[in-house]
């Protein structure tokens, strides 16, 4: 028969193993004798089946600016010069008040200079002062009335500029908990805190590079108006109101990497009233219609609604659309929050590349349905090009390649765990006196003495980047859509909407959008740093030192232990088998 005879202590967390084997009657005085020394050691450790639980406190961390391709800060810059007026609580006043308060006291009781001759004389005899004899009369001359204007404001042009190579910032919130003994250990103890880190929240915001410069119209306004009015006899009235508010930060001129926009975001759907392509090329296939010969034909437009092939001659001609292509450089901003356990993520895409077909303008070139758009070229000569457009329903539909980034962002909670005395750490031969570490992989431990621990925190975390492209099919509807255009050398001087009667209800264009087909190209990960070190809560544990009588009953029992070793290799040299 097999038994296994096993003391376990749980006040010092640790396995007193006794013996494990077979004849447990042949082996009984030996194990017993173990047994018995680990029931005396379980009884020096003591028991701490309760524990104190630990918060490390606020730990809020912080990252602004660091580089989405790398560790290190990336490279952003951002710049402004205002030219014009600005002032703070300056008060202009109108009008005025004329006269005053006055407060003149008069004796009307006849007696009054008889007594104050008596009371100057003979005080002994003249008594109290006769009440309310003085009579106090008080006269309000003023008259008139007054305005005032207090304000602040800021009216002028800023001119500025912003650079950013790619850049990440991110927020991490943590909680440290832990279970502390609820009274003071055994040098003896060993020691396991239970350490453990829950990550709360947390955010990610990211912006893909970007180049920038604007011009901007700023007219800031805000204050007060107070007025005033008197009447001689009548006293005032006066009140206050507040100036209306006017905040205006309105984009003059803007050019990034794609385009120059004018009076961006000014139509509806944040539109710029003209833009003129940079980086952000077009081509517009149309079917032509000219009245010179040849009568039909095609053309092929460019950036800014330049002509770069046509088998219609120069001169005014109507048009339908039957395809465009566009390229452009993304501009991605993301941004998201904790989507799991550990992880903050978040994503974004923008368009690459689009090639629609114009299904309006292909159904009345191919269908011989009547048009419901037309394009009306009123100006083509060499530099110049002046164009209308009006469709009645305008519908396209094809590919859309883009640009995708994924970040997931995985922090860990670290710590430099400092003592403030000496303590065996479980695995090193010195004792020590700081340890740092992952919170949660915090070591077990034994103390010397009483001991207070100071931790400091920080964030080691891993950035993934996935880098990719996207696929998928889009179609828009419009409704009532119109645009004018005008170019000189290939830049648009004038453009007007495209606007439609889907843009002025607010409603949206998409007729259908697939899911997209999702390509990784590039992923890659590396720490992401910026987090400062916070100083967590400290701690203290307290040690007793063991009774002279437990020292002793620990005595007896290794006293115990040596003699019937020495017992059992005698009989084992006698030849008894086991």
Known sequence: MNKDVVGKSIASNRNCVVFKGSGISTF?????????????????????????????????????????????????KEESVFVGTQWTNKTASFGGIAGSVTSTTVNTNPLWAAWWTCKNTIDVLCGDEPAKW???????????????????????????????????????????LADLPDAPVETTDIIDLNANSLLDSGTIETQSPKVEAYISAIMQLSGSVNAKACGILLGCAEGSTAIPTVDMDQRILSVDLNSLKVLDGILPGDEPLAEVPILNQSLTLEGAASPLPPYAGFKLTGPGGLTLASTVPPGPAVSVDLAEIEVQ??????????????????????????AQLDLDGAATLLGGLPPLGLNATLIDI????????LDLIDADAGPVLGITQKFDLVPTLMVEL????????????????????????????????TTTFSPTYWIDAMLTNDFGIDLGLIGTLDVLKLGATASVAGVEV?????????????????????????FSVYDFSFGLGGFERIAGNEFTIGVRVPEPGTIGMLLIG?????????????????????
């Open 28 to 76: 009984w005085p030996r194990a017993g004798a173990i047994a018995a020394t680990c029931a005396l050691l379980m009884l020096s450790a003591g028991a701490h089946a309760a524990a104190i639980a630990y918060d490390a406190g606020t730990l809020n961390f912080e990252s602004t600016g660091q580089s989405m391709w790398g560790t290190g800060a990336a490279f952003r």
């Open 418 to 449: 400092a003592f403030s005395n000496p303590l065996q750490i479980a695995g090193m031969l010195d004792p020590q006196t700081s340890w740092t570490g992952k919170w949660s992989d915090l070591p077990d431990f034994s103390l010397f003495e």
């Open 134 to 176: 003085p009579v106090t009369t008080t006269v309000d001359t003023r008259t008139g009335a007054e305005l005032k204007v207090t304000s602040s404001g800021k009216v002028g042009l800023e001119f500025g500029y912003s650079i950013d190579s790619g850049s990440v910032d991110s927020t991490v919130q943590f909680s440290a």
């Open 329 to 354: 450089i993304p501009d991605i901003e993301t941004s998201g929050t904790k989507s799991g356990p550990g992880t903050i993520s978040s994503s974004g895409r923008d368009d690459f590349l689009s």
């Open 382 to 389: 060499p530099g110049i090009k002046v164009e209308a457009s």
């Open 494 to 518: 004038l453009g007007i909407g495209p606007i439609s009667l889907n843009g002025l209800l607010g409603l949206g264009n998409t007729l259908f959008e697939t899911d997209k087909l999702d």
């Open 558 to 578: 290794l006293f115990a232990m040596g003699f019937l070793r020495r017992r059992y290799e005698s009989t084992d040299r006698k030849g008894y088998a086991f």
